[in-house]
């Protein structure tokens, strides 16, 4: 007997409008299904995700935890010559040029138009903002750390969890009120060095092995300050000059405000509360005008490294008056 096939036919389902499918697409009332799905297949796929995204943020969070239990807060993780920065201080100088022209290291005004020179007197004003201190036991002498900072000396550091203060006053005639000489042709450079956790500077105790690249002036200032005192000599140095011969020429006499240098007393550098840099006011009391003058300044100590191309220790500027 043979075999009966059976032929079955399918037609193909009714072609529907873009509302419509839109609509089935939705809610198909004669399957049940939202959105393509049933409400048990959405429910098993919500909590999937719902799973699988709640481990993946355990395991992130308890990475995080783990990661910040390495970290302490008031010192870095690696220092020195581990650290990507080293432990060879740069030197910075202020005010800057303005940002359209950011690459430029070129101080140049005219120190008769006010509108001229108002640019940099302002600069900085704006850097030696946090400098300048707020009422003792105010909500802002609090938030800027002044509370925090003492009246510190050569032979009297800081104690544990004090800063030394920094007095602008002893920057005169560097000072705001005189719009830091720049009217006057005779403007003030400030001089910073990099911060540098936990660095200590190893100082020129001894006058008769000073490095033979140290300019004579700065030999007979630190002559000077071992006979007015030797604890000065605890000072990272700084020096100036002209960068060729003619710029020797036309920088004219330099003053550097308050002292010679950065006190030893504000190192090393440890994050306490309300530290500030200690700074020095180079003041060019009558560069050449209308003339370009190249100029380095260095910091001096046994375990600074000068390095140009690297800015390392150093730090080169133009200076223009007209």
Not at 92 to 121: C, Q
Not at 144 to 166: F, I, T
Not at 263 to 282: D, E, H
Request: proline fraction near 8%; charge should be positive.
């Amino acid at each position: 007997m043979e075999d009966k096939k059976v032929e079955q036919y399918y037609s193909p389902p009714p072609k529907l409008g873009k509302w419509e499918g839109f609509r089935i697409f939705l809610y198909n009332s004669e399957t049940g299904q939202f959105l393509g799905r049933t409400g048990a297949s959405w429910a098993k796929i919500l909590l999937f995700y719902l799973i699988f995204y709640g481990v993946l943020s355990g395991f992130f969070g308890a990475m995080l935890a783990l990661f910040y239990q390495t970290l302490d807060y008031n010192a870095p993780k690696w220092q020195m010559d581990k650290s990507l920065i080293g432990s060879n201080p740069g030197l910075g100088f202020r005010p800057m040029p303005p940002e359209s022209n950011v690459e430029s290291t070129l101080i140049w005004y005219k120190a008769s138009d006010k509108g001229n020179f108002v640019h940099w007197s302002r600069a900085l004003d704006k850097f030696l903002e946090v400098y300048k201190p707020p009422k003792p036991g105010t909500a802002a002498a609090a938030s800027n750390g002044q509370d925090h900072r003492v009246h510190c000396d050569y032979g009297k550091p800081a104690p544990p969890g004090k800063s030394c203060e920094v007095d602008l006053q002893k920057f005169s005639p560097c000072s705001s009120d005189k719009n830091y000489m720049y009217d006057q042709y005779q403007p003030c450079i400030f001089l910073k060095l990099n911060k540098i956790f936990g660095w200590q500077p190893e100082f020129y105790n001894d006058t008769q092995n000073l490095p033979s690249n140290m300019p004579s002036d700065l030999r007979e200032r630190i002559k000077t300050a071992k006979m007015r005192n030797p604890e000065e000599l605890k000072t990272i140095w700084v020096s100036c000059e002209g960068e060729n011969p003619a710029d020797v020429e036309n920088i004219g006499a330099i003053q550097y405000k308050p002292r010679s240098g950065f006190p030893g007393f504000y190192f090393p550098y440890a994050n306490s509360p309300g530290y500030l840099s200690p700074l020095v006011a180079v003041w060019f009391e009558s560069p050449k005008r209308n003339v370009l003058i190249n100029i380095e300044c260095k910091a001096w100590a046994r375990n600074i490294i000068h390095d140009r191309v690297e800015r390392r220790g150093s730090v080169h500027f133009e200076l223009m008056v007209d």
